[in-house]
């Protein structure tokens, strides 16, 4: 059937998901802060800020006003950066006049609280304005779903049948769906991940090779194993989409932000440098610092996550951060 759903957040993945729900029929609107960005959309049906190429399907409208994206909506998909997302959620909760389905499709821990987002949406949004929550990640540039590439993801939830709905909505030829219960295990992998993302582009600007970028792929995915089984979650997710899966596509590819990042530390530059030149957020940076804290207070060994927030936060050389872990006292493999 054809719902009515909101988009709060037009950056390229919000875009490319607009997009997908807008091809399988649905009614979207999407709402963001930027009016100009707004008027683009409607008026050239692109956003060339963050998908240059992009031809937008003239049925999504976009809006400037919280209330008018939200209005008689079925479902509410969240796809803002994860410093904003209390922000927005608190602004969502003051408009809503019914009951939609939550999701949300974004990757990170929040600063100071080192909560996941489906716990910020939980507190900011009251039980009689939310159906559910859903979470939607998984391996997936918005590049390359603009341009209908194949792409698998998972939409996790406690009640099944919520992401059985989310799965409907999105599946198309192109864009596949599996349905996941396990929202600590999905919402981990895709905020650890981009830490490692860092690494494996420090890596590949220090001028290793693929035995290097093999080894912090593996070793840490091990890292977010540990934390995310410490958190309450099933360690067979790791190994599927949201782990794995997110891990591979965004230590290798150049559309990653959270690698082109690393990739730059890696050569010389500066976080302040990169950060001012790369124009959009890199939410590796900020959840290292959470993972780091989190790691610390619950006393689980993550040495990867450990020298990254060293480089980013403590000035420490990439090389010699590199050199540090490969000297640590010798370990068994399976320890967990």
């Known amino acids: 059937m054809k719902q009515k759903i909101a988009v709060l957040g037009p950056g390229s993945w919000g875009t490319a998901l607009a997009q997908v729900l ?37 049925s999504i409208k976009g809006t400037k006003t919280m209330a008018e994206c939200i209005k008689d909506v079925d479902a509410v998909l969240f796809v803002v950066p994860t410093k904003a997302m209390r922000a927005v959620a608190r602004e969502f909760a003051a408009a809503a006049e019914n009951q939609p389905l939550i999701i949300h499709a974004s990757k990170g821990l929040e600063q100071g609280t080192h909560k996941r987002i489906s716990e910020v949406l939980m507190e900011e949004i009251p039980a009689d304005k939310r159906k559910g929550i859903v979470v939607l990640s998984g391996p997936s540039h918005a590049e390359e779903v603009a341009v209908h590439d194949i792409t698998t993801i998972t939409a996790a939830s406690e009640i099944i049948e919520n992401a059985v709905y989310v799965q409907k909505l999105f599946m198309n030829s192109y864009f596949r769906i599996y349905t996941n219960k396990d929202v600590i295990g999905v919402e981990t992998g895709a905020a650890l991940k981009n830490i490692i993302a860092l690494g494996a582009g420090a890596i590949h600007g220090l001028g290793f090779g693929d035995n290097a970028k093999a080894a912090i792929m593996t070793r840490g995915l091990a890292e977010i194993s540990r934390l995310g089984v410490a958190m309450g979650a099933n360690p067979m997710t790791f190994i599927g989409l949201s782990g794995v899966g997110d891990l591979i596509v965004t230590c290798t590819s150049i559309h990653s932000r959270n690698w082109r990042a690393g990739n730059l530390l890696g050569k010389g530059h500066s976080l302040d440098e990169i950060l001012e030149n790369m124009g959009m957020i890199v939410e590796g940076v900020s959840t290292t610092k959470a993972a780091y804290e989190l790691a610390e207070q619950m006393h689980i060994d993550m040495p990867i996550t450990t020298a990254i927030y060293q480089v980013l936060y403590e000035q420490k050389e990439v090389k010699q951060a590199a050199k540090e872990i490969m000297l640590r006292d010798g370990k068994t493999e399976s320890e967990f």
Do not use: C, F, S
């Not at 091809?23 to 008026?43: A, F, L, M, S, T």
């Open 22 to 58: 807008a091809e399988n029929g649905h009614d979207v609107r999407i709402w963001g802060n930027n009016p100009k960005q707004i008027d683009e959309i409607n008026e050239y049906h692109t956003n060339k800020h963050y998908l240059p190429d992009l031809v937008i399907p003239e």
